[in-house]
């Protein structure tokens, strides 16, 4: 997975993760105030990524948690958000896929 930096400015020390959500959901019941299980999307990967220097425009690849090296997506994802940190902030953003399979920001 590649990210691109779109904020039009130089950003330094980023640390961010990539997440993706996958269709089927996972059941979860781990609240102690809650009566019935909760089903929520189950997280399908986790990428993370840092840099010293991260220029407008340039690319950077996200490594696999799980992975030494580059990965396949071999499950079906339906979301990606990216969060992260630098010294300029906090950044997150995230997309769903639609039923073309494009990705579309979803706005806050």
Not at 3 to 31: A, C, K
Not at 37 to 42: A, G
Not at 52 to 67: I, K, L, M, Y
Request: glycine residues 10%; negative net charge; aromatic residues 12%.
């Amino acid at each position: 997975m590649v990210v691109i930096n779109s904020s039009g400015q130089e950003l330094h020390n980023v640390h961010f993760r990539g997440y993706m959500w996958g269709d089927s959901p996972m059941i979860y019941t781990g609240d102690p105030y809650m009566s019935l299980p909760q089903r929520v999307p189950e997280r399908t990967y986790t990428f993370m990524g840092s840099n010293a220097e991260w220029s407008p425009g340039a690319v950077v690849h996200f490594t696999p948690r799980d992975f030494a090296g580059p990965g396949s997506l071999l499950r079906p994802v339906r979301s990606v958000k990216i969060v992260g940190t630098c010294d300029e902030g906090s950044f997150r953003e995230e997309w769903q896929i639609t039923s073309s399979g494009q990705l579309e920001l979803v706005r806050p």
